[in-house]
Each structure stands twice: as structure tokens, then as C-alpha cells.
């Protein structure tokens, strides 16, 4: 079966770094997506990896490495309102869309 | 209208009541879905169309049915509501055949009782 993997919540200092990882097994890879979710509102693309490696856009990165069905969201110089749950999601061969139950990220001062 | 939109925002139904969830969207998106998210359960996918006039179903398709007259529209249709239906419905869009992202709705929050 398909399936993906993240831990359930994480905690972290404002101005610190945390990592977010997510595994996955799907039947084909077309792609990893990285989405932000505030609570009451919709999920919101952050990033897509399809070559192993790292991608970088500002504060946010995210690395793959499909050898190992592994990749993860790196968010640096933690601010208050990154406060949300990250959603990994694997396209598969059929280009739909396999979901994380996510991760909530809670940001403490 | 830019993006997706969807209505109602939120509605409360008696159980065994019709109801159908809207969603419109003006980007031109080939493929359009509907999700439903519960908490610790993450999104499901109910139903997709990768194309007007066709639709497919999701994980979750039981109790719902969906319809694809034209490429803006994607109506969510609850033939008779029961509690285990309370959630919240995220319509979304894509490009279909690439590895565009997903764009969704705002969500419709939904309370079977």
C-alpha cells in the first residue's frame, strides 16, 4: 500500500531552526510537495522536489532524496506565524496526489 | 472570482438531508478535486474529474457523488447526509499532466447532526 509518514506536532523557539521529515513508500514518484496549513484555513504550496537535493526559497528548504523514499522541510529563523501544520504529499505514477496526516508546529516565544 | 471559491463557508444539516457543496474556479485548471479533512486523519480524496465530463473515484467515495458539466465546476453532492460526513471539504484544482501544484478553496465546514 501507500502510505506517508511525518510526526504528529513538533515544538520550537522563535528564532530557531526545525526540521520537519517525511517518509514515504507510493506506487511511483512524480514529486514531493510540501504544503502549510494555518488552523481554520486552507493548505497552501510551499515547495516541490523531484530531483534529489536541496531547494531553497527564503527561509524555508526542502531536500529529497528518493533512494531513501525520504525527504524534509527545513525552516530557518523561526517567526511566530510559522505556527501551522506542514503537509507532505507524493505525487505517484498515476500524478494523484498521496497525503501526510501532516504536522503541527507549534512556535513558543 | 480569482482562484477557487466555494460555498457555502459552513452549514449545519439534519441527517438524511441533500446537500450539495459548490466549488467554481476561473484558472482554467484541467484537474479539479474534493477532499475531505479530519483531525489526526489528514486530506482524502472523495472524487476527482481529470477532465470536463469525466469523473473518477477517490479514497472516500461512499455517500457523495460529484458531476463535471464544463471546466469551472465541481458540485459536491451529499445524496442523504449522515454524522460520520461532518468535516471540513477542500475543493482544489491543477493543472492535470504535469507536476503542477494543487490550488484549493477555502473550505466548506460541514456539521451532520
Known amino acids: 500500500g501507500q502510505n506517508i509518514d511525518q510526526p504528529t506536532e513538533m515544538t520550537a523557539t522563535e528564532g530557531a531552526i526545525v526540521q520537519i521529515n517525511c517518509t514515504y513508500q507510493?506506487?511511483?514518484?512524480?514529486?514531493l510537495f510540501w504544503y502549510q496549513q494555518h488552523a481554520g484555513e486552507a493548505p497552501t504550496f510551499l515547495s516541490y522536489?523531484?530531483l534529489d537535493g536541496l531547494e531553497e526559497k527564503g527561509r524555508f528548504s526542502s531536500f529529497l532524496s528518493r533512494s531513501k523514499g525520504y525527504s524534509y522541510l527545513l525552516l530557518k529563523e523561526l517567526q511566530m506565524k510559522d505556527s501551522a501544520s506542514y503537509l507532505c504529499a507524493v505525487m505517484d505514477s498515476n500524478y494523484q496526489l498521496i497525503w501526510g496526516a501532516g504536522t503541527k508546529l507549534i512556535i513558543k516565544p | 472570482i480569482a482562484g477557487i471559491t466555494q460555498a457555502p463557508t459552513s452549514q449545519i444539516l439534519a441527517a438524511g438531508r441533500r446537500m450539495t457543496l459548490r466549488c467554481t474556479q476561473d484558472?482554467?485548471?484541467?484537474?479539479m478535486y474534493w477532499y475531505r479533512q479530519d483531525l489526526g486523519l489528514g486530506l482524502r480524496l472523495i472524487h476527482y474529474?481529470?477532465?470536463?465530463?469525466?469523473?473518477g473515484k477517490g479514497e472516500v467515495p461512499d455517500g457523495y457523488s460529484v458531476s463535471r458539466a464544463n471546466t469551472d465546476d465541481f458540485p459536491l453532492t451529499l445524496a442523504s447526509a449522515v454524522p460520520s460526513q461532518t468535516s471540513v471539504y477542500f475543493c482544489?484544482?491543477?493543472?492535470?499532466?504535469?507536476?503542477?501544484?494543487?490550488?484549493f478553496g477555502n473550505g466548506t465546514r460541514l456539521t451532520v447532526t
Open positions: 484558472m482554467r485548471h484541467n484537474a
Open positions: 474529474s481529470n477532465t470536463a465530463g469525466t469523473t
Open positions: 482544489a484544482s491543477r493543472r492535470q499532466g504535469d507536476n503542477s501544484p494543487l490550488h
Open positions: 507510493t506506487s511511483g514518484f512524480n514529486g
Open positions: 522536489n523531484v
